[in-house]
């Protein structure tokens, strides 16, 4: 049976940052509803690898009215924990999801929005689009001119290294991801090849502490939109080159090279079966070392401000990234010594459904801390959306609060 229904809110999504905006709306008693494809948690159950663990420790998974309750707070959540955490806040906060509802259009109406799903419309005066902001791996458009008998890969479909061909991986990527599985693909015996872009290094612990608890405490993660010189740029940055273990070691360059993993330049073109390689690790290496050094002075300094240098260990810094010497710039794949391509080369959301002229040049949702350029539309969940921390499951809440606000606003009139 299909349905025509009328609601005050739709949003579109039913992972944390679409439950973090109904728990608001149902505070401010406005009559919204959920659409989800799949089931809440649908990325978490269905899109990530099988060994992924949150780079979060378990106290930084806050959602409005509902935070970690176990008895390891300084922990990382594997995929069941954080599905069932995700799936007990939808109940706990009884949130009206339609599962199993995909939108497929979303057009302007005069009163609003039409949202047609494959169960029907609905119509709408307002609309929050939490869809997610990985939805597509990106892959260059250089990925066509490999080689056919090289398997190519995208981290949504990779599940563990038992998919891949014996033989070497090259994973063009070192952001977390890239990095995670770089390690994973190279304790499964598959010699590994990273190809290296710009980074993010930062250290798993400092002075003691967990990096994201500095970076919470020291206000960085509150830092908004609206107080970033280049927020485009701080929008694209790569994720920080981290992973959740119980060892909680680094997952910096330096950890990958001394298990002996090969690190060559940013992949740069495919000429024949030959993939060439910029010159620039070099600089990218130091680069990053260098912006992992200012973020260290700046929590010291906070540190030293704000009285906490008598609770933690003293100041330290970390060995720069080593680069063997004259990393080749060339290497040609039908020499067989690579099997397997893993792109781990970032993602991007999808809105093929969003019939609705609100894109830029490059086809991003245009907006002002997630107000969307078109009356009653918002959006969640983008990395640095309102705050650093937005693309988070902690920075939901804070986002939700702000745009909901935004939302009865502009239903008021
Ligand atoms: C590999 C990876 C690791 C991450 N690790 C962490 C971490 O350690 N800690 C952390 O805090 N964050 C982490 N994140 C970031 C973030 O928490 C996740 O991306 C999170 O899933 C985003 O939540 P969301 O609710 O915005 O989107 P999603 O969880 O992606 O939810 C969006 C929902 O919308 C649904 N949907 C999409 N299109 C439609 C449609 N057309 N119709 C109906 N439904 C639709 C999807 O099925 C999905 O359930 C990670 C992200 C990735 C990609």
Redesign the pocket.
């Known amino acids: 049976m299909v349905f025509d229904r009328r609601v005050t809110t739709v949003v579109?999504?039913?992972?944390?940052?679409?439950l973090a905006m109904s728990h608001c709306l149902t505070g401010r008693s406005i009559d919204h509803v959920v659409?989800?494809?799949?089931e809440v948690?649908?990325?978490?159950k269905t899109e990530?690898w099988d060994s992924?663990r949150?780079?979060?420790p378990n106290w930084?998974?806050r959602l409005p009215g509902f935070g970690y309750d176990g008895d390891d707070p300084d922990g990382f959540r594997k995929m069941p924990e954080t599905i069932d955490f995700i799936c007990r806040y939808a109940e706990a906060i009884s949130a009206p999801v339609e599962t199993h509802?995909?939108?497929t259009s979303v057009r302007r109406t005069d009163a609003g929005y039409q949202v047609v799903t494959d169960q029907g419309d609905w119509h709408c005066r307002t609309m929050v689009l939490?869809?997610?902001?990985?939805?597509i791996a990106n892959v260059p458009a250089l990925a066509a001119a490999v080689p056919a008998h090289i398997a190519q890969v995208t981290?949504t479909e990779y599940r563990n290294p038992d998919q891949f061909a014996d033989g070497g991986v090259m994973v063009v990527g070192a952001a977390?991801?890239g990095a995670q599985l770089a390690q994973e693909i190279h304790r499964s015996g598959r010699p590994v090849t990273v190809s290296v872009g710009e980074h993010v290094r930062v250290p798993r612990n400092y002075r003691g502490r967990d990096i994201q608890w500095w970076m919470d405490r020291a206000g960085l993660m509150d830092e908004r939109y609206d107080e970033i010189d280049d927020i485009n740029r701080a929008r694209r940055l790569p994720s920080l080159q981290l992973t959740?273990s119980d060892d909680r070691n680094a997952l910096d360059l330096n950890s990958l090279t001394g298990i002996g993993i090969k690190l060559i330049g940013r992949i740069a073109g495919m000429n024949d079966s030959k993939a060439q390689f910029s010159g620039s690790l070099r600089n990218m290496c130091a680069l990053a070392d260098l912006k992992m050094g200012r973020l260290l002075d700046t929590i010291d300094e906070w540190a030293s401000a704000n009285d906490v240098d008598g609770e933690v260990e003293p100041a330290e810094r970390f060995a720069p990234t080593e680069i063997a010497d004259d990393p080749p710039l060339g290497l040609d794949l039908a020499g067989g010594e690579i099997k397997t391509i893993l792109w781990a080369t970032g993602?991007r959301p999808?809105y093929s459904?969003l019939d609705v002229p609100v894109f830029d040049r490059k086809g991003r949702v245009r907006h002002d801390g997630g107000i969307v350029g078109s009356p009653g539309m918002y959006l969640?969940?983008m990395q640095f959306l309102r705050r650093r921390k937005s693309?988070?499951?902690?920075g939901a809440g804070d986002d939700a609060r702000d745009l909901s606000t935004h939302l009865a606003a502009h239903l008021d009139g």
């Open positions: 579109i999504g039913g992972g944390h940052a679409g659409l989800e494809r799949g948690a649908n990325t978490w990530r992924l949150l780079l979060t930084q998974s509802t995909t939108v939490a869809s997610g902001a990985s939805n981290p977390a991801t959740g993602f999808d459904w969640m969940g693309s988070l499951i902690d």
